[in-house]
């Protein structure tokens, strides 16, 4: 079975500065995708960015980014240029094999400050 | 084109009662998924479908139960509703080509 893992249960940034949040994950599997989902105070579920196992080019999306080591098992999310509309909490997600389940890490709550 | 629509948006059951989450989406997605997310966690998956007819168990599953009698909808039902069922419960759809899902707004549901 496929773990994720966040380790940063809360972190805050200032405004405009970047920010980088953690993520490992475990799994067999060889061929897998993962991603970072936005969830605001309204709870809906944005996804931000993702990646797929077999690109080494990391994957970016305007101000997001990630740095993608497939060896060492990690996927971190670069926000930069951190705005307000950025506050909120940030899942980590494996999605593997051909069934698209997705298994989530416990998340990230990010505040950004004024 | 609403995307995933779940109703109602909030709910409170007393202990022992039984209700149906729906969900429905309008994409055309084979794969439908529940999911719960309790408080200071990640989603945690439920139950899910590959298509109309076709539905399997998630992560957990225990008190629960779905059906999918057609592509647009996958109703959700718990029977005998317990406190350990207080959480958020959301549907989250995909096509077979993408693997991108699309999440509903989500369901708040508390057991008292």
């Known amino acids: 079975a496929q773990t994720v893992t966040q380790s940063q249960p809360e972190m805050s940034v200032q405004e405009a500065e970047t920010v980088t949040l953690s993520c490992t994950y475990d799994?067999?599997?060889?061929?897998?995708?993962l991603f970072w989902y936005k969830q605001p105070p309204s709870r809906q579920m944005i996804l931000v960015i993702r990646?797929?196992?077999?690109?080494?080019q990391n994957a970016t999306e305007n101000r997001f980014s990630v740095n993608f080591q497939k060896a060492a098992k990690s996927f971190s999310l670069k926000i930069s240029d951190s705005q307000l509309g950025d506050t909120a909490m940030y899942f980590c997600?494996?999605?593997?094999?051909?069934?698209?389940?997705?298994?989530f890490g416990k998340g990230t709550l990010l505040t950004v400050n004024p | 084109n609403a995307g995933v629509t779940q109703t109602p948006k909030f709910r409170i059951l007393k202990i022992g009662q039984s209700m149906t989450l729906q969900c429905t989406q309008d994409?055309?997605?084979?794969?439908m998924y529940w999911y719960r997310q309790d408080p200071g966690m990640g989603l945690k998956l439920i139950y899910y479908?590959?298509?109309?007819?076709?539905?399997d168990k998630g992560e957990v599953p225990n008190g629960y139960n779905v059906s999918r009698s057609t592509t647009e909808d996958f109703p959700l039902r718990l029977e005998l509703a317990a406190p350990s069922q207080t959480s958020v419960y959301f549907c989250?759809?995909?096509?077979?080509?993408?693997?991108?899902?699309?999440f509903g707004p989500g369901t708040r549901l508390t057991v008292t």
């Open positions: 479908s590959v298509g109309a007819g076709i539905t």
């Open positions: 799994t067999s599997e060889s061929n897998y995708y």
């Open positions: 994409m055309n997605h084979n794969y």
């Open positions: 997600a494996f999605m593997g094999g051909s069934n698209y389940k997705l298994t």
């Open positions: 989250a759809s995909n096509s077979d080509r993408v693997y991108e899902q699309y």
């Open positions: 990646q797929e196992a077999y690109k080494q």
